[in-house]
């Protein structure tokens, strides 16, 4: 299956792959062999349909490919809570099956916790690091933010619509160019609740300020108007081979109404 693309852009793609719980769904764009590969890791809960429009102006001239995590989207939810490690495994294993040897990773959010774990575990692997805020919290913040996390189940999710749907769309996904694909990925993010919370208290339970130091890989961190600019900062005092790039007029929704604007920061980091 794949989705229209402007003038040079490159189609996007959908598969599947499979995953060690059960298939992974990704979308992909771009031709083989140009320049490294692209990994973009989706924020929880969410998916890789949060990307569409970076895949196709970022495969221009390389390789990008969104999967789902494990449990979001169109990919199988694990048995149990997989925890920062699994997710992180279960990225690598889809490298591996896709043959992609050597990459580069971007991760909004969670997903970007995910690609640090996934440089920590196989540094030759990842070349280079982006992340789109960076969640820094102390134990004591951890434990609030996880006792907020708590599993709601459909009718709960569905009672609560009415009220979450007007926030998300005028306080939180604010940039977002396009109300029927606003409304999209708010749905994403409704799709099962419990697979939804453990990615959520994964990347909230995860020592990131205890992981960046032994980083080796160029990282670079987005640091737009949302709901972690008053953590992501505290990454630049743990970063040994990076920087934080502060975006004080975007947030989110940023991918679609700045698309052109953000692939040029990325290119200009990944090419250097």
């Given at each position: ?54 895949l ?15 449990g979001f ?9 997989p925890?920062?490690?699994?997710y ?21 959010h969670?997903g ?7 440089a ?6 990842v ?11 102390t ?58 919370s453990w ?17 080796t ?13 008053a ?9 040994k ?5 502060d ?26």
């Open positions: 299956m794949t989705s229209t693309a402007s003038a040079g852009q490159s189609a996007v793609r959908r598969a599947y792959a499979n995953g060690p719980y059960g298939q992974i769904h990704y979308r992909r764009s771009g031709p083989d062999g140009v320049r490294s590969p692209l990994l973009l890791l989706h924020p929880c809960p969410g998916s890789g349909y949060l990307f569409d429009a970076l196709a102006e970022m495969g221009r001239d390389r390789t990008v490919i969104a999967p789902d995590l494990p989207g169109m990919s199988v939810a694990p048995g149990a809570a925890g920062m490690q699994g992180a495994d279960a990225m690598l294993e889809l490298d591996t099956a896709l043959g992609l040897s050597i990459f580069d990773v971007m991760g909004y969670a970007g916790v995910v690609g640090v774990e996934m920590r575990q196989q540094p030759n692997a070349r280079k690091l982006i992340m789109i805020g960076a969640p820094v919290f134990a004591e913040e951890r434990e609030t933010m996880n006792a907020r996390f708590a599993v709601h189940g459909p009718d709960d999710r569905a009672k609560a619509m009415d009220k979450s749907w007007p926030i998300f769309k005028s306080d939180f996904w604010k940039m977002g160019p396009d109300a029927t694909r606003t409304w999209n990925i708010y749905l994403d993010g409704q799709k099962n609740p419990e697979a939804s990615g959520l208290r994964a990347a909230v339970s995860y020592d990131l300020a205890g992981a960046l130091p032994g980083l890989q160029p990282t670079l961190v987005l640091n737009p108007k949302d709901d972690l600019a953590y992501t900062p505290r990454a630049g005092a743990y970063l081979n990076g920087r934080i790039h975006l004080p007029e975007w947030t989110h929704g940023m991918l679609d109404a700045k698309t052109a604007e953000v692939a040029k920061i990325v290119r200009d980091f990944l090419d250097r």
